[in-house]
């Protein structure tokens, strides 16, 4: 019986820029080989091949464009008049289309975020490229540079929590403060941030508050004196 081909872990999907409005094309993973082989407490996950985070944002080769699928369809007048003179007018054109390594991956994520600040983006958008910045890093092993954007996201999902208010479908975001407080060693407000997730009656997602309550139990042994590893857990957990 012949062997089965290796399938091709990336494929090319078509993209309408939002600044410039031209066609281009991106590269995704295939659906079937997103699985992680495991996942950290804030949801950078790992994979065997190809990693899918290299593959988040979308750059214009024409504008230099980037963006996310999260990101507006279009673009206003003032926002592409703020794009142009920010970042278009120092663009070099090139192309991230085809497979990425870790450095063009980090790029993207970084030229993502120039744009975004550019155009005054959803601070929930901006907080994610932070987030996912802090992962590249994670991959390598930079814990200095991790740590770095660790500390902007967390600035900027407080920011979007007090900006946008408290409701049910919030618990996501309560959590991630939380976490990233503990990972960053503001144990006293992760314990705050876990605390109101887990006793806010009005928060119905049970995994979120699962997820606080496991937290929360290896932050009473980090900080009752339990040795820390470099990953931010108890030794032996």
Known sequence: MRALPDLIPLYTIKVNCCNCEKE????????????????DADFCSYYKDENPDYYVVRVC??????STENSADKLADWQRKS????VASRWIARDFGDKRSWEIALETYKLALICAQSIKDKDRIIASLL???AWMYRYQGDTAQEQ???RYSLDMYIKVYENDG????????????????????EFSNAVKWFSRLINDQKIMDAAMIRAAREQWALLREQMNG??????GLPSGT
């Not at 281009?24 to 996942?39: D, E, Q």
């Not at 080769?61 to 980037?66: K, R, Y």
């Open 148 to 150: 770095r954007f660790l």
């Open 24 to 39: 281009f094309m991106t590269s995704r993973v295939r659906p079937s080989l997103k699985k992680a082989i495991r996942r």
């Open 131 to 133: 987030h996912h910045i």
């Open 83 to 86: 794009f142009r003179d920010q």
């Open 166 to 185: 408290i409701g049910g479908n919030d618990a996501r975001l309560m959590y991630l403060i939380g976490e990233l407080n503990r990972r960053i060693g």
């Open 61 to 66: 080769p024409a504008c230099g464009f980037a």
């Open 226 to 231: 339990g040795e820390i590893s470099p990953d």
